[in-house]
């Protein structure tokens, strides 16, 4: 996922003239972000056990690309801050990985661990960290014809790859909503126009760029709006007043409780 602390900082601007309409889903799907990380060790299978066990209707996670070309569920480029372990993914073997330490007695899964987990139970949104992790993505997929998954990424050039690689493949590309790149690219104008030449059905939306405008504009090109990352009830409720199809969260169980209090019919 984008650095939220980036994301934080990213001036919101005003939504682009495209066609609006109205569409509220009735159900707005909800995602465990690096599985149930509000309460267990990030994107380990524990945190993902724990997304399933709670019945949420997806989960998010990370894929790098080990020294030995495995692909590996991990969200930084180091494994400093979430293992024992000191340097690059790249140093280290996915079996190497697998010893490190994670917390609770966790460590850092291959994504076929994962997906042996989550396939036939719960869709799986998998986030490319760089182009190198598409074709050891796709390996592994290929072994699952069960799985129920979407690829994004903040690396369009990987989504690109994957398209080209795996022409069904659904693509969701990931955006701030402002253009972060020195050609441009980023704006949920230039998400949207991706994913729609990519054949994908949603974009990956950093939270804080949504409103009524915004999510009408994606919706008008026929996309879902897939939201990251809200961990607070307040606006998770706004979100679903405003459409968004899809919400990302640390905590699923405090967000699903606060959506189930709203009157019926919603």
């Known amino acids: 996922m984008v650095n939220e602390t980036t994301a934080g900082t990213a001036t919101q601007q005003a939504g682009p003239p495209w066609h609006q309409f109205e569409r509220v889903p009735k159900h707005m799907r909800i995602y465990a972000h690096r599985g149930v990380s509000a309460h267990y060790p990030e994107n380990t299978l524990a945190a993902f056990a724990k997304a399933i066990d709670l019945g949420v209707e997806g989960i998010e996670l990370d894929v790098h690309v080990s020294g030995d070309g495995i692909a590996v569920v991990i969200h930084d480029e180091s494994v400093d801050r979430t293992t024992n372990g000191i340097g690059s993914v790249s140093d280290f073997t996915a079996k190497q990985l697998g010893l490190l330490d994670a917390g609770h007695r966790q460590h850092v899964p291959t994504l076929e661990a994962v997906l042996a987990l989550a ?23 290929s072994a699952h014809p069960d799985l129920d998954w979407f690829a994004s990424s903040s690396d369009w050039d990987a989504l690109a790859e994957m398209a080209r690689l795996a022409p069904g493949a659904d693509c969701y590309p990931t955006t701030l909503g402002v253009a972060v790149n020195p050609d441009g690219q980023g704006t949920l104008e230039d998400a949207a126009e991706f994913a729609a030449r990519l054949k994908g059905t949603g974009v990956s939306v950093w939270e804080g760029c949504l409103d009524l405008r915004t999510i009408e504009g994606i919706h008008a090109r026929g996309l879902e709006v897939w939201a990251w990352t809200v ?7 706004e979100l ?27």
């Not at 396939?119 to 190198?132: C, F, P, S, T």
């Not at 961990?231 to 409720?237: E, I, K, V, Y």
């Not at 679903?240 to 919400?247: H, I, M, Y």
């Open 231 to 237: 961990n607070d009830p307040a606006r998770a409720r």
């Open 119 to 141: 396939a036939g139970k719960v869709r799986v949104n998998i986030e490319l960290k760089d182009i190198a992790a598409v074709g050891p993505v796709l390996k592994v997929g």
């Open 240 to 266: 679903l007043d405003l459409g968004v199809d899809a919400l990302c969260t640390d905590d699923p169980l405090l967000i699903r409780n606060s959506l189930a209090t709203l009157p019926l019919g919603r």
